[in-house]
């Protein structure tokens, strides 16, 4: 694995972090791997580096830092409101570029005013990387996972379908394909000729007689449980595949996932047409809708350029922990995103903090950004 330099730049972006209020914090380069393959998401997963421990724990090389520094603060019971910053390198496996390279960001936990929170991550990683180009114009490309979750939650799709649904968030190609496959559920045949049996002996509507019947199956074939799911578990997740097969949405509804999807348009502009979605719709998005709206807010109180963001409803970041907010920087119309982040408001739980802890943070890819300083002086 190659060494990489530290970019010249790195010292007056570590004086930004301190004049923005924020305490420099470091993790150890070699992490434990289970919480970024239990809560990272699959992309980051299939990307990390992968080694163990003498007694056998599952371990990685530092893959990104919001987890270790989540995991940081728990372990040291430090209380919140809280502001981290860092920069340092991690590793993972990439297409393009050095599989080792320097990270940068901020975590902010624990403001429970989530709107101002919000717009201090966008505004401040708009300033970081403007004070590296300046002159540049930079552009923000800005969604909302839970004005998502709130319109699957409203079209009153099963639990399971709302699940699959809100793991591709951000994943256009996959959204679209579970969108064809509620246009044109699974014939149930598709499960055999078994679980037709089922069906005809009226187990699959009794799931009490149906994890009966999977256990004395079971222990007829000498199968164990002691290393793998229960007959309930088994039974139950039977239950959901085929109530997943079969959910079929109405064309209108499916009509009103695609046009919320489409939704892109200036900043400004997008609470007024997301109200405008919901009242012809007739899907209830107030909450969801009043907290967007006083992040807009918030963001033109920040002295964030509203003219600079775009409104993508279907965009999204790939990491499953983000709960709210997700958003990236750009310089000009396009190229290598410099800055990413989001909120994620159930991490921490998950991590084994002992009460909810709300969070937003953002990244910056030092060497997409050297990059890009290269280019400006080369223009």
Not at 6 to 22: H, I, K, N, S, V
Not at 242 to 252: F, G, N, P, Y
Not at 352 to 377: N, S, T
Request: with cysteine; glycine share 10%.
């Amino acid at each position: 694995m190659t060494l990489v330099n530290l970019p010249a730049f790195a010292p007056d972006m570590l004086a930004d972090f301190a004049r923005l209020g924020t305490e420099r914090v470091d993790t150890p380069v070699i992490q434990p791997a289970a919480p970024f393959l239990d809560m990272a998401g699959e992309d980051l997963r299939r990307r990390i580096f992968l080694t163990e421990s003498e007694t056998g724990e599952s371990l990685c090389l530092r893959p990104e830092f919001t987890i270790p520094v989540c995991l940081r603060h728990i372990e040291t019971a430090t209380g919140t409101p809280k502001r981290y910053a860092y920069l340092g390198e991690v590793f993972r496996q990439r297409r393009e570029g050095a599989n080792e390279f320097y990270q940068a960001g901020i975590e902010d936990l624990g403001d429970t005013d989530v709107a101002a929170a919000d717009a201090r991550a966008v505004h401040d990683a708009a300033v970081i990387i403007a004070n590296r180009l300046p002159g540049r114009t930079l552009s923000v490309t800005l969604g909302d996972q839970s004005v998502f979750e709130a319109v699957v939650a409203a079209c009153g799709l099963p639990s399971g379908w709302q699940k699959r649904l809100i793991h591709a968030f951000g994943n256009q190609a996959q959204l679209q394909r579970l969108l064809s496959e509620l246009a044109n559920p699974a014939d149930a045949g598709v499960f055999g000729p078994e679980v037709d049996r089922l069906a005809i002996l009226g187990l699959l509507d009794d799931e009490a007689r149906l994890a009966g019947h999977i256990d004395g199956t079971m222990q007829a074939t000498g199968y164990s449980t002691n290393t793998s799911r229960s007959p309930l578990e088994i039974a139950r997740r039977l239950k959901e595949k085929m109530e997943l097969a079969s959910t079929r949405l109405d064309r209108r509804t499916l009509d009103l996932l695609r046009e919320f999807l489409a939704l892109e348009l200036p900043l400004a502009d997008a609470p007024a047409a997301l109200f405008a979605f919901a009242a012809k719709s007739g899907l209830s998005l107030d909450g969801a809708l009043a907290r967007f709206d006083a992040r807009v807010v918030a963001l033109a109180n920040a002295g964030v350029d509203l003219a600079a963001v775009t409104y993508r409803a279907a965009f999204g970041r790939p990491l499953d922990y983000y709960t709210g907010l997700v958003f990236e920087v750009t310089a000009g119309g396009g190229g290598a995103v410099l800055a990413g982040g989001g909120r994620f408001d159930r991490l921490m739980t998950l991590l084994g903090a002992e009460r909810h802890i709300p969070a937003v943070g953002f990244a910056l890819w030092l060497d997409r950004i050297e990059r890009a300083i290269g280019q400006g002086a080369a223009a």
